[in-house]
């Protein structure tokens, strides 16, 4: 999947360089409402979903965020609950 995806970056990167993605007279910048001809405002939302430079993507997705240190609360530790996992690991070695 990381493969895949810096491969996808990599080539949306090669095409944004390469100009594929500006349109003459076309602003990204621009509202699509404020923007008078037909070509244009159809080019804009594929210029600003499509470019490396323009787009987004990690900024505004509510699946890929950093998280802070001790975000839950702090850490607990159970004896019980580390003798179950402490079985469990070499019940699953010895299976492997």
């Known amino acids: 999947v990381?493969?895949?995806l810096?491969?996808?970056w990599a080539y949306a990167f090669l095409l944004?360089?390469?100009g594929v993605y500006s349109y003459k007279g076309c602003d990204v910048n621009t509202p699509i409402s404020n923007?008078?001809?037909a070509a244009c405002r159809k080019h804009v939302p594929r210029m600003k979903n499509c470019?490396?430079?323009?787009?987004h993507a990690l900024k505004t997705s509510p699946w890929f965020r950093?998280?802070?240190p001790l975000q839950w609360g702090t850490p607990v530790f159970h004896w019980?609950?580390?003798l179950v996992m402490c079985a469990v690991s070499i019940i699953?070695?010895?299976d492997s």
């Open 51 to 55: 470019r490396v430079d323009t787009s």
């Open 16 to 18: 944004t360089e390469a």
């Open 6 to 8: 810096a491969i996808a």
């Open 80 to 82: 019980k609950m580390a």
């Open 66 to 68: 950093f998280p802070y």
């Open 35 to 37: 923007i008078a001809s």
């Open 2 to 4: 990381s493969l895949g």
């Open 92 to 94: 699953a070695s010895v």
